[in-house]
């Protein structure tokens, strides 16, 4: 199993970004994104269920929206009106359970972290 994430750059405050996070090797029930900054080892943003349910940090809602294309098995992250404060390595992980959860030890895989950053 691979989780695979992209996207990452550098974008102006107000700007948008959006992540992508293929998995192979098999689908999963749900997914998240975290980010990880020198204050916050690993910080919930978002997650995503079947039958697209989804779950936000409240440091992102209504600016980041995460979708899925199943039959593509990979997972994105819509980010606008970027703050320099969501800074970071944004990394996307994933469930064999559906039930939302925040605590990054309770997902199984994870794939490798890609940098945004918000800057003028």
């Known amino acids: 199993v691979q989780l695979q994430a992209s996207g990452g750059g550098l974008v102006q405050p107000g700007g948008s970004l959006r992540l992508s996070c293929a998995a192979s090797?098999?689908?999963?029930?749900?997914m998240g994104w975290f980010r990880r900054t020198p204050e916050k080892e690993r910080e919930f943003v978002a997650w995503?269920?079947?039958?697209?349910?989804?779950y936000y940090a409240d440091s992102v809602k209504g600016r980041f929206t995460i979708s899925r294309d199943n039959a593509k098995n990979t997972v994105y992250l819509q980010m606008n009106s970027l703050k320099p404060e969501d800074t970071a390595i944004y990394y996307c992980?994933?469930?064999?359970?559906?039930?939302?959860?925040?605590?990054?030890?309770?997902?199984?895989?994870w794939g490798q972290g890609t940098e945004v950053t918000v800057s003028s």
């Open positions: 090797g098999r689908a999963f029930s749900s």
């Open positions: 995503i269920g079947g039958v697209s349910a989804t």
């Open positions: 992980a994933a469930r064999y359970s559906g039930v939302a959860v925040t605590t990054p030890t309770m997902y199984d895989y």
